[in-house]
Nanobody, 114 residues
Framework: QEHLVESGGGLAQAGGSLRLSCAATGMIFSITGMGWHRQAPGKQRELVAIISSGGTTTYADSVKGRFTISRDNAKNTVYLQMNSLKPEDTAVYYC????????WGQGTQVTVSS
């Protein structure tokens, strides 16, 4: 069963914006921490942002001031708003749940051109 399904990836120009969504099922979403990671070709998967069940957020230094993670418990959905995109943001972006339920989505491609 797919517990996490990402959407919203695609092509953007440098300086542009994209909004990623992750729809969750099979968990009590309101008590589950959520996060976004990304992986570029030839690189390790890295943490982008996390949000606790209470709404506390943490960001990688590389995206601070540009990306915003949020959640809508009524919709069982977590979002990643990406502004001021850079070519180095190009990667597959993965949604994950961080506990008490532990799942990974299949990922969505984000490509930022110069």
């Amino acid at each position: 069963q797919e517990h996490l399904v990402e959407s919203g990836g695609g092509l953007a120009q440098a300086g542009g914006s994209l909004r990623l969504s992750c729809a969750a099922t099979g968990m009590i979403f309101s008590i589950t921490g959520m996060g976004w990671h990304r992986q570029a070709p030839g690189k390790q998967r890295e943490l982008v942002a996390i949000i606790s069940s209470g709404g506390t957020t943490t960001y990688a230094d590389s995206v601070k001031g540009r990306f915003t993670i949020s959640r809508d418990n009524a919709k069982n959905t977590v979002y990643l708003q990406m502004n001021s995109l850079k070519p180095e943001d190009t990667a597959v972006y993965y949604c994950n749940s961080r506990g008490p339920y532990y799942y990974w989505g299949q990922g969505t491609q984000v490509t930022v051109s110069s």
